[in-house]
């Protein structure tokens, strides 16, 4: 499965965010993910199975519970892939922040004009 089809499904995106926390039990992300998205337990163990299968978590086993961890490697991968196109959205952050930083200077001016009698 493609790392966009994986990242595309929103419990799977709010799973992940979950996890970026920190290690959580499959139990923790099962009640946060049925009381946000109302589906099923079973539900949850798919989304974390295609997670797992697809290298975006790892799981290790504690005794009788499971134990779910971000796997950062395909997250670096989607990261380069998105790296050719960040030039595109930064050029218009820094021209946002030109017009920002110009209106403000022309609010300013006219502040004062005003307050000169």
Known sequence: MHAFDVLGDPVRR????????????SGAVSSVIRAEFGI?????SQHLRVLR?????????????????????PLREVDDWLDRFRGFWEQRLDALG????????ER???QEQEEQP
């Open 53 to 73: 299968e697809a290298g975006f978590a790892s799981v290790r086993a504690e005794g009788t519970r499971r134990l779910y961890a971000v796997d950062s490697a």
């Open 14 to 25: 709010r799973i992940l965010e979950l996890l970026a926390e920190g290690e959580q039990t």
């Open 40 to 44: 099923s337990q079973p539900a949850v």
């Open 108 to 110: 300013r001016r006219q």
């Open 98 to 105: 030109t017009e920002l930083a110009r209106g403000k200077r």
